[in-house]
């Protein structure tokens, strides 16, 4: 019984060491158009992601930036938890289990920080159980 009972208590400690942390980012991904309509194609773009609590107009809980380059298609993928955060802004420190989130995308398609072209979507699903 006591060889059982040690054998189960070392599985559980390995288990504890090994564990894997999820991944703090999530992909995104963006077909850009300008103020015209036309795609954004080949080209580099600023992009403002903020992850907000609650309310699609919410507060957000974290920011960032990326410069990306869209591709023949006008498509754009970044890695949110990746880019450069704004003062403050922690990834790992949201909060998924307690709060509805949205995800905001501002983009500039002239490849700067004014960013004119603003969409925001729930986040349905917590990306890898965070």
Not at 5 to 33: E, H, W
Not at 70 to 91: D, K, Q
Not at 93 to 99: L, Y
Request: net charge negative; hydrophobic share 45%; proline share 6%.
């Amino acid at each position: 019984m006591r060889k059982i009972i040690l054998c189960a208590v070392l599985t559980i400690i390995v288990s504890v060491i090994f564990a894997q942390i999820p991944p703090q980012k999530m992909t995104y991904q963006t077909v850009v158009r300008d103020a015209n309509n036309e795609l954004v194609v080949n080209q580099q773009i600023g992009v403002k992601i903020s992850v907000l609590a609650t309310l699609p107009n919410g507060l957000p809980v974290y920011e960032e930036t990326h410069f990306v380059q869209t591709n023949h298609n006008a498509l754009a993928t970044i890695v949110v938890g990746t880019g450069t955060p704004t003062p403050g802004s922690v990834f790992a420190n949201i909060d998924w289990a307690n709060d509805d989130f949205y995800l905001k995308c501002e983009i500039d398609p002239a490849g700067g920080s004014n960013y004119t072209i603003i969409g925001t979507q729930q986040l349905i699903t917590v990306p890898y159980a965070f």
